[in-house]
């Protein structure tokens, strides 16, 4: 299991370059390291992040964001292929909240504040929240979220399915290792195919996710896990999974 910690405490965990570059470099790493099953990303107890790094990008004009493809690096996060889990205490906004959705879901302490005030600051979200958000929240909050720029705590975000599971903030850290450690103890090939069955939900019609399930579903009894997994229950003894 891998543990990414933001950690820029002055500004909140605002996501400037050098932190985006490592995000994603760490990221990578983790992706192609064989021992990391399943990955954490948290920040601290105030912030998981609050935002894209205003300072640094208030004075960029249009050619400048166009030319360096400003926050396209982040596209990469939905070509990883481990699962990740957004562990959100305090705030989540801009592209704070845009990082925890690319995440594969999000476990936040119930101290935890999730918004879209891009409209504030006479922009709107850039990292993908006006796509996800309103894929995982509804076309209506999702309006509601980024037209008015009002926060939304975790009760509410639970309620619309933005987030998994609200916990005492001071637990968020174990629940969410506790989960990473748990998907990580499942058969690796099965973890990988579920994630990309699900992540398929979003970019294609019923009966062609359905059609690409049931070959990764096929496909998985091409494994050793699959073999391993349903012998132990039928053995009744847990499972060991040999990452085949
Ligand atoms: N960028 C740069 N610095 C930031 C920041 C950000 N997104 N968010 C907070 N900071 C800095 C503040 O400037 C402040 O620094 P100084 O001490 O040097 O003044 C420090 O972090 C602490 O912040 P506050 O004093 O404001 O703390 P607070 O507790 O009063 O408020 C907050 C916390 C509600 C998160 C508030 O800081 C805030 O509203 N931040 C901006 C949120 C925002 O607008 N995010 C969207 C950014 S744009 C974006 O993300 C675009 C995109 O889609 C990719």
């Known amino acids: 299991m891998g543990l990414i910690t933001l950690n820029r405490p002055k500004a909140m965990n605002a996501l400037n370059d050098d932190l985006s570059q490592e995000v994603i470099g760490v990221l990578k790493a983790f992706d192609g390291d064989a021992s990391i099953g399943a990955i954490v990303l948290t920040g601290s107890e105030k912030a998981f992040a609050a935002g894209a790094d205003i300072r640094e990008m208030h004075e960029k004009s249009f ?70 958000l309103t894929r995982l929240v509804g ?7 980024i037209l008015t720029g009002r926060l939304i705590d975790a009760q509410e975000a639970k309620a619309c399915g933005l ?20 998907i990580a103890s499942y058969s690796y090939p099965a973890v990988l195919l579920a994630k990309e069955a699900v992540n398929r939900a979003e970019e294609v019609s019923l009966s062609e996710g359905v059609r690409h ?20 229950f039928l053995e009744k003894r847990e499972a060991v999974f040999s990452g085949r």
Not at 111 to 121: D, H, R, V, Y
Not at 139 to 145: F, Y
Not at 163 to 182: F, G, N
Request: glycine share 10%; hydrophobic share 50%.
């Open 213 to 232: 399930e049931r070959r990764l579903f096929q496909a998985a009894f091409a494994t050793s896990g699959q073999k391993e997994g349903m012998a132990a």
């Open 139 to 145: 076309r209506s909050l999702a309006m509601d979220l």
């Open 63 to 132: 050619v400048d964001m166009f030319n360096e493809n400003y926050f396209s690096a982040w596209d990469v996060i939905s070509t990883i292929r481990k699962p990740i889990i957004a562990a959100v205490n305090g705030f989540a906004l801009g592209g704070g909240c845009e990082l925890a959705m690319l995440c594969d879901f999000i476990i936040a302490g119930s101290n935890a504040k999730f918004g879209q005030p891009e409209i504030k600051l006479g922009i709107l979200p850039g990292i993908g929240g006006s796509q996800r």
């Open 163 to 182: 987030v998994a599971r609200v916990v005492p903030p001071e637990e968020l850290l174990s629940v969410a290792l506790d989960a990473a450690d748990k």
